[in-house]
């Protein structure tokens, strides 16, 4: 089971496919309406509960489901060792913006009901199957194209991207890992027009333009 | 004055028109061949000195430059009212990325040496000029078009965004003022492919996505 924090992420989920198992809250009048049943607390006792510094209202446990199988028919996302809690939950939040349904996570990744992804996701994680996987098996299983994100890729303004395929993220550090790396289709990057000394992009910020790059594709042509 | 930490960082700054005042380290080894003076530390007083959980070796006090004149000629970015310390680190670094020399802020926003935000722009500062001005006089100021972040803005796709012009990015929660939105050329977003429900993008996210849309106008016609 997990945590989830705040009246707008639990409505969230009270409205998805999640399981709740308690509903905790200051404020009932906030679940008038919704047909979930609540327990009222005090402010303290939701302060103890809460692992945010300002305790927002509304605390729900949810019990974690179980990923459906991973469907690799369209494009997906697949991050190779991504380490940075707040990176994972801002690029679920991304997969959602882009209708990227299918989020597949190698398994030394932290994981994402752990309380900073979550919270960083603001309820996208609803919306996104997301699977801890050995990534070289669901690799192998793909019959679409691989592009891996990389400083030295092939510039993505002037790379033909399919209607289908993977999108890997490396870890912050290291990157792609090599194992991965050789069972890559392309490597793409995006072009730097600043001085040649700035530190590369943050995963996540390339994770934002390389899903731009991919739906503007398939809108534009 | 500000404080910058780890070799890194304060290795960029010593490289740029940042002058320092004062350079400790525990290992001064890692400063053999630069012509700066340094002040050997122990590691205790280095924890002692540093707002870092695990202090990085080398720490430097540098002089705040006096920002340059605002140089309107090419794409600026327009910050009105950002109020996240992260958001506005990763905003000057991605301004970095996309070679944008230009950023203003408003006045109420945090000040951009302040540890946090500095700390996420891992050095890309000394390579953006930052004014934080009255944001109505520089708008009006401008002969460019001047195009505002929106949820409900145009499909930034479809748009055609010119060779110069001004980028503002609104707050976090209540985007962009009334005041500067009256002023605007153009309200653009970013289209959605999830579903309608999702929040919208965090500001640092729609402004990795807006600025690589503008260097690919500019790459690819």
Redesign the interface.
């Known amino acids: 089971m997990f945590v989830a924090e705040g009246i707008k992420t639990v409505e969230?989920l009270l409205g998805s496919h999640f399981r709740s198992e308690s509903i905790y809250t200051t404020h009932p009048e906030l679940l008038e309406g919704s047909a979930v049943e609540w327990n009222q607390i005090t402010p303290s006792e939701l302060r103890r509960m809460s692992s945010l510094k300002s305790p927002n209202r509304v605390l729900g446990v949810f019990h974690i489901p179980p990923p459906a199988r991973i469907d690799l028919t369209n494009w997906v996302v697949v991050l190779d060792g991504v380490k940075d809690p707040g990176n994972l939950g801002?690029i679920i939040?991304?997969?959602?913006?882009?209708?990227?349904t299918q989020l597949v996570c190698s398994r030394d990744m932290v994981d994402c009901y752990n309380a900073k992804v979550f919270q960083a996701t603001?309820?996208?994680i609803a919306?996104v199957n997301i699977n801890y996987a050995e990534l070289l098996r669901v690799l192998k299983e793909s019959t679409h194209g691989i592009f891996g994100a990389f400083m030295e890729g092939q510039n993505v303004?002037?790379e033909p991207l399919p209607e289908a395929g993977i999108l890997v993220m490396g870890n912050e550090a290291i990157g792609v890992s090599k194992e991965v790396e050789a069972l890559l289709t392309k490597k793409i990057g995006?072009?730097?027009?600043?001085?040649k000394?700035?530190?590369s992009?943050?995963v996540?910020?390339a994770t934002?333009?390389l899903l731009?790059?991919i739906?503007?594709t398939s809108?534009?042509g």
């Open positions: 969230e801002t939040r991304l997969c959602d913006w882009f209708g990227i603001m309820g996208s919306r303004y002037e995006i072009p730097q027009f600043g001085a000394t700035t530190e992009l943050n996540a910020m934002a333009i731009n790059e739906r503007r809108e534009t």
